[in-house]
């Protein structure tokens, strides 16, 4: 009776296993392209909703009504804010997505630019630098998927006045 060639049977198996990490590794690229496009429409959707005013639309690109909103004041235009109030004012400033939607309707459409979209297939984060007439910073959102398609968890953001870009800084 003939022994079983286990050195071939390593070299099949192994064979095999590189070809299951090999077709892991594309079906984990095609599933980051389609959560990266996924991703890119959710980010498009909001900016078509500014542009045309849409609050529920922009509304329904949260999880929910109460997702926060957050913004940090810039150190130079922390002071001059805080300077023109004559006192300390909050150093962020802090809302829903409804009372962000609400005011975001109220005004021209930012300029954007420098967009970057990351996710691992169940949440992720997208992030672009913003310029409006009121001021200008980053703004990112943080992403989950859902039953009904990605949606925005929550939204942290700074806030540079132009003001304090005119400021000349000392030296």
């Known amino acids: ?8 049977f390593a070299a099949v198996a192994g064979i095999g296993g590189v070809m ?9 690229s095609s ?20 542009a045309k005013k849409d609050a529920k ?12 909103v957050m913004g940090g004041i810039a150190p130079e235009s922390y002071a001059l804010i805080s300077a023109a109030n004559k006192q300390a004012v909050p150093r962020t ?4 997505a409804k009372e962000d939607v609400t005011g975001e309707i109220k005004l021209p459409p930012d300029q954007t630019e420098n967009l970057d979209i990351h996710s691992d297939g169940e949440v ?7 310029k409006a007439k009121i001021g200008h910073g980053r703004i990112i959102w ?9 949606k925005i968890a929550s939204v942290v953001y700074s806030i540079n006045v132009p003001a304090a870009d005119r400021a000349e800084k000392p030296g």
Request: proline share 3%; net charge negative.
């Open 57 to 68: 639309a922009l509304l329904d690109l949260y999880v929910t009504a109460d997702v926060p």
């Open 1 to 8: 009776m003939k022994k079983p060639s286990y050195k071939a």
């Open 20 to 28: 299951l990490v090999f077709g892991a590794n594309a079906a984990n």
């Open 31 to 50: 599933m980051e392209n389609q959560d990266s496009s996924a991703l890119h429409t959710l980010w498009s959707n909001y900016q078509q909703a500014v």
């Open 142 to 150: 943080t992403t989950v998927r859902t039953n009904d398609g990605w």
């Open 124 to 130: 992720g984060s997208i992030s672009f630098d913003y």
């Open 93 to 96: 400033l802090l809302m829903t």
